[in-house]
């Protein structure tokens, strides 16, 4: 039986993980958590914000997720909109989610990552 989400793993190209550090810290506010050693040897970067994880992992044939998201839940989604584009990560609204204010933005290497909040 499922009891809950427990993190969401996207992937990275090699060598990307400063940038990624900039963008889920600097720019959105997680934490970064370290991975267990034997995971650290393979690379990449885990981070946090409360009950949300995401994984960055390092895959040498990367693509980026231009469909595929995490969709986060924000509270006060347009400061936390303004946070973004002050730091200088871009912002897309899109109204098509009824009952929901929401926008997309896409980490350092290209995920696309969905912010929303309930009406």
Known sequence: MLVALDHVQLAAPPGSEDALRSYYVDVLGMTEVAKPPVLAARGGCWFEAGPVRLHLGI???FH???KAHPGLQ?????????RLTT???SVTWDDNLP??????SQDPVGNR???LQPR
């Open 59 to 61: 895959d040498p044939a």
């Open 64 to 66: 980026p997720a231009k």
């Open 74 to 82: 924000v509270r006060d989604i347009e400061s936390y909109a303004t």
């Open 87 to 89: 730091r200088g990560a």
């Open 99 to 104: 009952g929901h204010l929401r926008f997309y």
């Open 113 to 115: 990552l969905e912010f």
